[in-house]
T-cell receptor, first 109, second 114 residues
Framework: RKEVEQDPGPFNVPEGATVAFNCTYS??????FFWYRQDCRKEPKLLMS???SGNEDGRFTAQLNRASQYISLLIRDSKLSDSATYLCVVPGSARQLTFGSGTQLTVLP | DAGVTQSPTHLIKTRGQQVTLRCSPKSGHDTVSWYQQALGQGPQFIFQ???????QRGNFPDRFSGHQFPNYSSELNVNALLLGDSALYLC?????????????FGSGTQLSVL
């Protein structure tokens, strides 16, 4: 099993839609999780951190299910500017980040 | 305040050649990590430098080596290039080695091996 697995995508949704991405991880000892956003071949940027059961920031909600070892990212009222690749990230041993392969989102007008 | 800067932005090499990529961390940061991102994949951890030493290494062969200088800047060297080394190489900096999420990435170096 891969350390971090994400929905393969791509997701194509209309403006205003709600979309959710799932991510599973294998290391049950992981305590914190992250969602990064990456625009086309640019650098990843931290979107949200998840430390306990979940985190909400405006239209974005991240949830954590430790028992099932998955995290999710929900985007409400999608905007054209939300089009990007969303990377699920789990810290590895001490100082490295393990990235999922990413889920591509395209919000259509 | 300059963020993480990488050079060059693009590079074309042929198989068997050697390449050196450079990274300057964000002001105030002392730790540099390198990641390789192949097309359609997430970034893969190569190694991390702190206090001029390699502190952690991912699953990459010895052809990948690095260095950190007293001013915290870093280099990534790849010897005997293979076609499969074609990727976006990302440098990330942070303050210390304990806070994973406070990583700031540079815009990367796109390496093409022909």
């Amino acid at each position: 099993r891969k350390e971090v697995e994400q929905d393969p995508g791509p997701f194509n949704v209309p403006e205003g839609a709600t979309v959710a991405f799932n991510c599973t991880y294998s290391n049950s000892a992981s305590q914190s999780f992250f969602w990064y956003r990456q625009d086309c071949r640019k650098e990843p940027k931290l979107l949200m951190s998840v430390y306990s059961s979940g985190n909400e920031d405006g239209r974005f909600t991240a949830q954590l299910n430790r028992a099932s070892q998955y995290i999710s990212l929900l985007i409400r009222d999608s905007k054209l500017s939300d089009s990007a690749t969303y990377l699920c990230v789990v810290p590895g041993s001490a100082r490295q980040l393990t990235f999922g392969s990413g889920t591509q989102l395209t919000v259509l007008p | 305040d300059a963020g993480v800067t990488q050079s060059p932005t693009h590079l074309i090499k042929t198989r068997g050649q050697q390449v050196t990529l450079r990274c300057s961390p964000k002001s105030g940061h002392d730790t540099v990590s390198w990641y390789q991102q192949a097309l359609g994949q997430g970034p893969q951890f190569i190694f991390q430098y702190y206090e001029e030493e390699e502190r952690q290494r991912g699953n990459f062969p010895d052809r990948f080596s690095g260095h950190q200088f007293p001013n915290y800047s870093s280099e990534l060297n790849v010897n005997a290039l293979l076609l499969g080394d074609s990727a976006l190489y990302l440098c990330a900096s942070s303050q210390g080695v304990t806070t994973n999420e406070k990583l700031f990435f540079g815009s990367g170096t796109q390496l093409s091996v022909l």
